[in-house]
């Protein structure tokens, strides 16, 4: 059974860094590109990153672009978002998802909260 558990989110202040990690199990993780996904409270989801297999090409949405940088450890079947200079609207439960920008499975864990306040 497929399992995606995502962990590392919490309370900073704006223009910290949080290193959100997604341990994958229950299918070859190997084989699949990997995105992060967010919901700030009272909006949708929204597309945040994505990696493809190998870890070789990545792509971000421009609000977070040169801010976050996502990575994965095929070895330890892990995902991460390294998150730098956060900003209040990166507020959002933070969700890892297999798929692509264009493709991705709904959320299926309970994502990590990550909460950027004074």
């Known amino acids: 059974q497929m399992q995606l558990v995502e962990s590392g989110g919490g309370l900073v202040q704006p223009g910290g860094s949080l290193r959100l990690s997604c341990a994958a199990s229950?299918?070859?993780?190997?084989?699949?590109?990997m995105t992060w996904v967010r919901q700030a409270p009272g909006k949708g989801l929204e597309w945040v990153s994505s990696?493809?297999?190998?870890?070789?090409?990545?792509v971000y949405e421009n609000s977070v672009k040169g801010r976050f940088t996502i990575s994965r450890d095929n070895a330890k079947t892990t995902l991460y978002l390294q998150m730098n200079s956060l900003k209040y609207e990166d507020t959002a439960v933070y969700y890892c998802?297999?798929?692509?920008?264009?493709?991705?499975?709904?959320?299926g864990g309970q994502g990590t909260q990550v909460t950027v306040s004074s």
């Open positions: 998802v297999k798929g692509s920008r264009s493709w991705y499975d709904p959320p």
């Open positions: 229950g299918f070859t993780f190997s084989s699949y590109y």
């Open positions: 990696i493809d297999s190998d870890g070789s090409n990545t």
